[in-house]
């Protein structure tokens, strides 16, 4: 897990839609291929919360790891921007938004991610041409 450390890591929840969504719109948009990424369901980004003092089980965010350092939340969504193509990379300006009123915004949308996105019965499986971007593909 230590050659992570300086790696930037896209912690999400497996078996929302939402978040799967979000997953391989960042695959498509990413400017460089430079986020890693693993559910949060797995042993790697079970390991990866714990080290943080966090359990996926009590986890209502999708998590952003990078230089050491974990954001969550809308916090979260606006550090993934940065790593994006334009326009999407404007994303990361909405930062100046209290994080009050965007992690308010955030947790409504998170609290009902399921009943408006759906649910999968297991996580969603990357294709062998991504599965290298995926922790829980390494050996």
């Known amino acids: 897990m230590n050659d992570y ?3 930037s890591i ?13 997953v391989q719109f960042v695959l498509k948009h990413e400017k460089q291929n430079n986020i890693l990424f693993a559910s949060q369901q797995s042993k790697i980004g079970q390991q ?3 080290k943080f003092g ?4 009590n986890i209502n965010s999708f998590v952003f790891i990078e230089n050491n350092q974990i954001y969550l939340q809308a ?22 938004i209290p994080s009050s009123i965007s992690n308010g915004v955030y947790q409504i ?19 062998q041409q991504l599965q290298h971007r995926f922790l ?3 050996s």
């Open 48 to 50: 990866l919360l714990a």
């Open 5 to 7: 450390q300086h790696a």
């Open 75 to 96: 916090t979260a969504a606006f550090k993934v921007a940065k790593y994006l193509s334009f326009p999407f990379s404007l994303l990361q300006y909405l930062a100046i």
């Open 136 to 138: 829980e593909y390494h």
């Open 10 to 22: 896209l912690l999400f929840d497996g078996v929302c839609n939402l978040c799967n969504r979000s």
């Open 109 to 127: 949308i998170a609290k009902n991610r399921y009943k408006w996105f759906g649910k999968k019965e297991q996580c969603w499986i990357p294709n």
């Open 54 to 57: 966090m359990s996926a089980n």
